[in-house]
């Protein structure tokens, strides 16, 4: 695998990714030369190389990543196991490799700049002839012509809503049902039809980023998975391992930011009979962690990322 180094000593591999918040994510993993760490969302393999970096021969990290194109990426260092699965398995595909606890987990959640580059892949609207198909693992049935062509107008609104807090979800759920029985959904530009209308005012991109994520998040269960993976990640850390998190947008944010402060995702506050909150984290940032204007004017996808750090207690 080609690496390349920016003048800003940004890592990549290749046309794939660009790892962000590579050094603060992967310091507050408090790495030691014989942990066995955990990179649930290997990706580019960016910051699986600086963990990599940090670990003696005695160490392991095991990684992560349902989409096929990402085992491009492995290198052949023999302290890195690669898992292509779901990282809401975990606690199973750990227990197969005979690993009952690790010293910490790193999750990325952002979509690498692989996908949104890759025409084929549906995850971008700049690609107007792509099939809108925005699967992670394309192994799976559902995609987003699925999700328009199939769900029910209640349903397609909630998702539109939920997942991308587009005000206009109800009109734009109409309108899809109203479409699809003359024609049923299959290419990127038969959803800009629908979209259009509703960008108006300077808000194109806004509104097409909102509706392209909540259909990314539905078709590939994002939520849900990632709920399970930091109940699991919980469960496997040893006591003062760390998990460090990075978010790109605030439905995500919020479950981490809740799942740290309170150990529940909807952020209800449990105390003990001293009035101490129960909860199985210590934050080690209790302010979120930022790119830099640097690291924002190198890579502007990274604008949007928060990175969260706990330890378990």
Known sequence: MVENKSKDNFI?????????????SVDGMNISSGDICVDVTFGGGGHSREILSRL??????????????????????????????????????L???????????????GVSSHHFDDDQRGFSFRFEEGDLDMRMNQQGSLTAAKV??????????????????????????????????????????????????????????????????????????????????????????????????????????????????TGNFEGTVEQDFYGNVNTPFLLVNNKVIVPSDEEQAVNPRSRSAKLRIAEKK
């Open 12 to 24: 990549t591999a290749d046309g794939y990714h660009v790892p962000v918040l590579l050094k603060a």
């Open 56 to 93: 003696g021969d005695k160490g392991r990290l095991y990684v992560f990543d349902q989409d096929e194109d990402a085992v491009n990426n492995i290198t052949g260092d023999s302290r890195l196991v690669f898992i292509r699965s779901n990282f809401r398995y975990l606690k199973t595909f």
């Open 95 to 109: 227990k197969y490799h005979d690993v009952e606890s690790v010293n910490s987990v790193l999750a990325d959640l």
């Open 148 to 261: 328009l062509n199939e769900y029910q107008e209640e349903d397609l609104a909630n998702v539109l809503y939920l997942y991308g807090e587009l005000k206009q979800s109800r009109q734009i759920a109409s309108k899809v049902v109203a479409k699809r029985k003359e024609k049923a959904f299959r290419q990127i530009k038969d959803l800009l039809e629908i979209l259009t209308p509703y960008t108006k005012g300077g808000k194109e991109k806004k509104i097409l980023a909102q509706a392209f994520q909540a259909l990314r998040i539905e078709v590939n269960q994002e939520m849900e998975a990632l709920k399970e993976m930091l109940l699991q990640a919980k469960d496997v850390l040893h006591s003062g391992g760390r998990l460090s998190v990075i978010t790109y947008h605030s439905l995500e944010d919020r479950l981490v930011k809740n799942f740290f402060k």
